[in-house]
C-alpha cells in the first residue's frame, strides 16, 4: 500500500475530526493507505489526540512554513501521498500530482485566501441571502502553488475531482451549515482520498485537462 502523510490542523482544545476519519477508513482497510504520520501546527489538541488514539506517529510544524520545511516531512515518513485534511497554512514545494485538500465551500468562488472555516460558511450564508445560490458544496481538489509565490492566486486552486451538493436552508446559520458539510466530509473525504491513493482519479500535475476520474455530484446547480 502506498504512505500517505496527513496535515491537519484541528485546535487547541478539540478538532482534527477530518483526520480521524480517515485513521478509522485506514484501520478499518477501507483507506487502502498507511497513513505514515500527521502534521499539525498545534503542539496539542485535537489531532495530537487522535494521534495518540490510533498510533499514529505525530508531528508539530509550527513554521517557518518553506517550501523546504514542508518537503522534510514528505521525505522523513517517505510519503507517497500528501492529504490536507483542514490544514489552514499555505502550502508550499508538495507535488502537485499526489497532493489533496478538503475545502468547506464551492470552488472557486469561495475560495482563496482567507477562506477557510466558518469565514467560508458565513460567505456562503450571505449569498444565499441574496440569492444568488441554492446550495453549498463540500469540494476535494488536487493543490497547486502559485508560481509567482502569490498566496492569494495559490490557495484552493488546483483541479477539482469531487464536488458535494449540500443544502441550505431559510433558517440556516454559519454554525448550522458547517454541521452539515462537516457531515459530507466525513461521509466522503476517505472514498475520494482512497481513490487517489489507488490511481482511479489521477492528473498530470500541470495541466488541469489532464485529470481523469474525476466527479461530480450536487442535487442541483450551483452559480459559480
Known sequence: MKNLLVFASGDKEGGGSGFQKLAEAAKGRFLRANIVGVVS???????????????????????????????????????????????????????????????????????????????????VLAAFKRGEITHTEMCMHFVIESKDGDKEKGYDKGPVFFRCGVELLPDDTAKTIAVRVNKAEHEFQWHFTNKVVLGEINWDGKDPASLKGGISWRRSPVKL
Open 41 to 123: 501546527n498545534h503542539a496539542d489538541g485535537g489531532v495530537h489526540k487522535h494521534a495518540q488514539e490510533f498510533g499514529i506517529p505525530f508531528f508539530y510544524f509550527p513554521g517557518p512554513y518553506t517550501a523546504e520545511n514542508y518537503q522534510r516531512y514528505v521525505a522523513e515518513t517517505k510519503a507517497d501521498f500528501i492529504a490536507l485534511s483542514g490544514w489552514v497554512m499555505y502550502g508550499r514545494g508538495l507535488p502537485p500530482d499526489r497532493t489533496i485538500n478538503i475545502h468547506p465551500g464551492p470552488l472557486p468562488r469561495f475560495g482563496g485566501l482567507g477562506m477557510y472555516g466558518h469565514h467560508v460558511h458565513e460567505a
